[in-house]
């Protein structure tokens, strides 16, 4: 099957990789997996030795032939965009323990992917993912760092992330252009309790311009609230936003 560019199919071709991300999971036959973009089935064969019940989301309609081969009573194909789905009542009638995601998926969808599933409003373990290398780079970004921005602090106060295993170009047919990496996200189950989308909204002020001051940026909000977080921290009037950490910019929300 030729693969399509527009629909960033690089199909996993790695053993070792597969076998790596399927370990990650670890789920039991009374869980659930939903997979995001199966492709012609490399996760989802490995993945369907679990027993789980599984539900797989993908796009190209063209893979029927390949996947319908995997469907039976508890691995159902969705052929539609995941991005369009409503993850809730796709699930609501399968008994499940726990949940688990996994998604090999074009990379100029990664963000609005974990956006999607974070504004789903669902329970789930984890959510284990190949992204970009130097998507992964923001992701794990620390403050001080050129990669530090809106998306670190937004996913890193939602989830726990880690680094599974650094994937080589080569792990894949065709060949991509650029070096991938797998990453667990873990929802954190001792969130600070805030309004996420107002908190976003402040973030998004806070990182608008990356080389100008959090008090330029901030200018429609009352900055003496701001300083008393910063002083607090022996942080100065001219601190930029990359040089705050996630806990620091929730004091500093939470106080406003
Ligand atoms: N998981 C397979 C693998 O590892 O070999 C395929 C990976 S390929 C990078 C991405 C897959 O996601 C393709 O099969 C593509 O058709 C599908 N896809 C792309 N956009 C999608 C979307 N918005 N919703 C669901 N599937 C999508």
Redesign the pocket.
């Known amino acids: 099957m030729k693969?399509?560019k527009s629909?960033?199919?690089?199909?996993?071709?790695d053993k070792s990789i597969?076998s790596k991300i399927v370990t990650e999971v670890l789920v039991c036959n009374n869980d659930l997996i939903i997979?995001?973009?199966?492709?012609?089935?490399?996760?989802?064969k490995e993945l369907k030795k679990y027993n789980s019940n599984m539900l797989c989301?993908?796009?190209?309609s063209d893979?029927k032939g390949v996947l319908k081969l995997l469907e039976n009573d508890k691995v159902k194909i969705i052929w539609?965009?995941?991005?369009?789905?409503n993850i809730k009542d796709d699930i609501k009638n399968i008994k499940y323990n726990k949940l688990f995601i996994v998604?090999?998926?074009?990379?100029y969808?990664t963000t609005s992917?974990i956006e999607h599933i974070m504004d789903s409003d669902i329970i789930f373990e984890k959510l284990v993912i190949?992204v970009q290398k130097e998507v992964a780079d923001r992701f794990l970004a620390r403050p001080h760092s050129k990669e530090y921005g809106y998306i670190t602090v937004v996913l890193n106060y939602y989830f726990e992330i880690n680094r599974v295993i650094n994937v080589s170009k080569y792990a894949?047919n065709p060949v991509p252009k650029v070096e991938s990496v797998v990453l667990s996200l873990i929802p954190k189950k001792e969130r600070e309790i805030i309004n996420f989308n107002k908190y976003k909204e402040f973030l998004k002020k806070c990182f608008s311009q990356k080389r100008k001051t959090l008090k330029n940026n901030l200018k429609e909000y009352d900055w003496n609230l701001v300083r008393e977080v910063l002083d607090k921290h022996n942080l100065n009037e001219n601190v930029r936003a990359e040089e705050i950490s996630g806990e620091i910019f929730i004091e500093i929300f939470k106080n406003m």
Request: proline share 5%; charged share 15%.
């Open positions: 693969a399509k629909l960033g199919q690089n199909f996993l071709i597969i997979e995001i973009g199966p492709g012609c089935g490399a996760l989802t989301y993908e796009l190209d893979l539609q965009d995941f991005l369009k789905s998604g090999n998926l074009p990379y969808i992917i190949m894949f």
